[in-house]
């Protein structure tokens, strides 16, 4: 972005603390950072509101090193995400809105929302489930993305937190909406581990054979929201091939190596090194929005998918997950018409996401891993988002 830090943003941070257990009250508990955190102001009534006859709040996540995560159950979205930079300083590295009118009322509906029940895109709204066509709500073109028109970004999710660091978020996806079959039961645990670690745990259970691709649709700047372009953070993603897609951004159906393209992360490599090369596939992405096939190197006993730094920050992000891809998008579609909390505006790449998922298509993709569900089966995944200086 072409602006510096407001005020407020040099302010210490105020976070109201929801109650535990109750989405229709909020706690007048504060807590405050030292003076030197980069940090703002949150209002948890700004967060309590009624929508489709359910009450949405503000929940707070902390640990032991001043580690702060909030949400609100209104799309299950993660708000901001304090984390500790190089010297110590808190920086909010998860761009989003301050009320939840803020996310109903943005252009880009994913800011930090938990994304169901499908995420990524399915080619025409269709897939064939032994040998019945379901049609979904469109919502990309042509396309099926996130879910449909009215996917879990939009709907109020009941809330319960056990505990400081744990908020457990559940929600009944009823047969046929927006087209998918069956009755799924959807679970979310996210929590805040004294490791720095942001964990997700999903979980989802069908009265009818289905198909569930459920991930988090996160904003990342490792600089801070509002500090400006993300093109000079350095990235390494662990995989040697990725999914070419068609002008529709649906894949062709086949994986190809990153070597000697500009897919090519498996070395710590800056975003926008190659970000701008001639290519058709960063063509029709506008830049970077692609699934990548991991590799399946280990870390913390689950799939080590991506490493990000910040180059003014230092702060190091890995990314730990149980699915096969993962989906880099640069942030190729913000165009400056949403204000987030502290003043800045989304401008064009300022923010990416790395969210960790199955392939995009899948259900209409024989060669893919599967995304079918059956009853009587469990869906489990977990993805962590690990920080560190």
């Known amino acids: 972005m072409k602006r510096s830090l407001t005020p407020i943003l040099a302010a210490a941070l105020l976070l109201s603390i929801s109650a535990c257990n109750d989405t229709s009250k909020s706690s007048v508990d504060m807590a405050q950072t030292d003076s030197t ?55 909010d590295v998860v761009p989003g809105f301050g009320s939840v009118d803020g996310f109903v009322q943005s252009t880009e509906p994913y800011f930090g929302a938990t994304i169901g029940r499908y995420g990524n895109r399915i ?20 396309n099926t993305l996130h879910g449909g028109k009215k996917g879990y970004q939009y709907v109020v999710w009941d809330a319960k937190q056990p505990n400081g660091h744990t908020l457990e978020l559940s929600y009944l996806s ?23 670690e942001l964990k997700m745990d999903y979980e989802a259970t069908t009265d009818k054979k289905t198909v569930v691709n459920l991930t988090n649709h996160a904003y990342f700047n490792l600089n801070g929201e509002g500090s400006g372009s993300i093109l000079n ?19 062709l ?29 960063l063509t029709a992405g506008k830049g970077y929005d692609h699934n990548f096939v991991l590799n399946g190197t280990k ?3 689950m799939i080590h998918a991506a490493t990000l730094k910040g180059d003014k920050s230092g702060i190091v992000m890995d990314v730990y997950t149980e699915e096969p891809g993962l989906q880099f998008y640069s942030g190729n579609f913000m165009q400056s018409k949403n204000k987030f909390k502290g003043g800045a ?27 079918v569900l059956n009853p009587g089966k469990v869906y489990k995944t977990s993805t962590v988002y690990k920080f560190s200086k």
């Open 233 to 251: 953070h350095v990235l390494q993603i662990y995989a040697d091939q990725y999914t070419p897609v068609d002008t529709t951004l649906i894949p």
């Open 174 to 196: 009823k047969d046929m909406e927006e087209g998918f079959p069956g009755n799924l039961n959807v679970k979310v645990i996210y929590s805040l581990t004294d490791d720095n």
């Open 345 to 371: 505006t989304d401008d064009f790449r300022t923010a990416l996401a790395l969210e960790t998922q199955h392939f995009p298509d899948s259900p209409n993709q024989p060669n893919f891993p599967s995304t």
């Open 299 to 301: 870390g913390l006993g």
């Open 37 to 91: 955190s980069t940090g703002l102001q949150l209002d948890s009534t700004k967060f309590q509101k009624e929508i489709d006859g359910k009450k949405t709040n503000l929940y707070i996540l902390k640990n032991k090193n001043n580690m702060q995560a909030a949400f609100t159950n209104y799309g299950g979205r993660l708000v901001s995400l304090l984390v500790p930079d190089s010297t110590g300083k808190l920086v």
């Open 253 to 281: 159906g086949k994986n190809v190596p990153v070597a000697s393209t500009p897919f090519d992360f498996i070395n710590p490599t800056t975003i926008g090194k190659r970000i701008d090369a001639v290519n058709e596939q």
């Open 123 to 142: 080619a025409k709204g269709k897939f064939t489930l032994d040998g019945k066509e379901y049609t979904l709500a469109t919502n990309n073109g042509q």
